[in-house]
């Protein structure tokens, strides 16, 4: 899709990349051959026959479960934010911790469920959402202080892997119903955040969003960026740095897991995925191959917006100007598509 607003960023990260702007000393091309035509081209797996059966009696038994939200006292005002301890249940008799935030003035007129990356989340992030949301900031199970568990192992590497002989027991599903009953906590604690339901996520969070959105008709809108888990075919032939190459590792040694993973691929679910979606991906990343995540926005179903940045997980020169120039995209966005 060789929109302005794509041409714009392309242009300028590909001209970042070529500058030298990115030297590194992995032992392996983080751009894997591919520039904006290829990353462009890149397709989803075919999903498994039973891929909708499966996520739709995930979601199913999410919402059978009673979230009983609990607030913590009043904690502070950031950022013109007020901002709260929450915690709330979710599948297989977890408490789930994290945070809500409130406009500290004016009202409520959307809301938001933000997640993150394989670093977990210590706080919430003021400037994600946009103006007047109400948002739920969950830590999913086992990322974070919040949602420790002694049986989920933190670190990305082996967190990855974890439950991945089955896709029954894999912890990404289990993830998904985190933000499915997250979304019910919110909205049980805030009921005006109905009004217009998006979802953050961000690398690890921007895989986990494509395998929970398609199911839940509560969400109108969706923001990636740098997405992890697309086209695990693909990624399973690149090597790459963190949690991609531990289950690369894996692979190697039981290549029955890809059985698995065809069921926890983030671009056949985002073919799914028909609300407006917008997409920030880069030419350049060790640790999630660009590949993959274009293949996340190549597969979306419904509307779609797309800026490209030079590098994901990697710092550069440039590196704040353009998460300014994505938060400004993500959130113009955002705002068209809530007034319709």
């Known amino acids: 899709m060789a929109t302005a607003e794509f041409a714009e960023f392309?242009?300028?990260?590909?001209?970042?990349?070529?500058?030298?702007?990115?030297?590194?000393?992995?032992?392996?091309?983080?751009?894997?051959?591919?520039g904006p035509a290829e990353l462009l081209a890149v397709g989803a797996p075919p999903a498994p026959d039973d891929f909708a059966a499966f996520w739709r009696a995930r979601f199913a038994a999410a919402a059978e479960v009673p979230v009983r939200p609990v607030l913590g006292?009043?904690?502070?005002?950031?950022?013109?934010?007020?901002?709260?301890?929450?915690?709330?249940?979710?599948?297989?008799?977890?408490?789930?911790?994290?945070?809500?935030?409130l406009p500290a003035a004016g009202p409520v007129t959307r809301g938001c469920v933000a997640t993150h990356g394989y670093g977990g989340r210590e706080r919430p992030e003021p400037a994600l959402p946009p103006p007047g949301s109400a948002t739920i900031w969950p830590v999913l199970r086992g990322l974070g202080t919040a949602s420790r568990f002694p049986d989920i192992?933190?670190?990305?590497?082996?967190?990855?892997?974890?439950?991945?002989?089955?896709r029954d027991t894999y912890v990404h599903g289990d993830c998904a119903a985190d933000?499915?009953?997250?979304?019910?906590?919110?909205?049980?604690?805030?009921?005006?955040?109905?009004?217009?339901?998006?979802?953050?996520?961000?690398?690890?969070?921007?895989?986990?969003?494509?395998?929970?959105?398609?199911?839940d008709e509560r969400f109108a809108a969706a923001a990636l960026t740098v997405p992890s888990f697309g086209n695990h075919p693909l990624r399973l032939t690149l090597p790459c740095v963190g949690s991609g190459e531990a289950v690369r590792r894996l692979h190697r040694e039981r290549p029955a897991v890809a059985g698995v993973l065809r069921y926890f691929d983030a671009a056949t679910a985002a073919s799914h995925l028909r609300i407006p979606t917008h997409v920030g991906a880069a030419l350049f990343d060790p640790a999630v191959p660009p590949p993959g995540q274009f293949a996340v926005y190549n597969a979306l179903a419904g509307r779609r917006g797309l800026a490209v940045l030079t590098a994901g997980h990697f710092d550069h020169p440039h590196a704040e100007a353009e998460q300014d120039a994505l938060a400004r995209a993500r959130h113009a966005f955002l705002a068209e598509v809530a007034a319709g």
């Open 179 to 215: 933000v499915w009953c997250a979304a019910t906590a919110l909205l049980e604690l805030v009921p005006e955040a109905a009004a217009h339901l998006t979802y953050l996520g961000t690398s690890f969070g921007g895989g986990i969003g494509p395998l929970a959105l398609p199911w």
């Open 153 to 166: 192992p933190e670190a990305s590497d082996a967190h990855v892997l974890h439950g991945i002989g089955s």
């Open 10 to 34: 392309a242009e300028f990260a590909e001209a970042n990349v070529r500058a030298g702007q990115l030297t590194h000393d992995f032992p392996f091309d983080p751009r894997y051959g591919h």
């Open 73 to 101: 006292p009043p904690d502070r005002v950031v950022d013109e934010l007020r901002v709260r301890r929450v915690e709330f249940g979710s599948v297989g008799g977890r408490r789930i911790g994290g945070w809500l935030t």
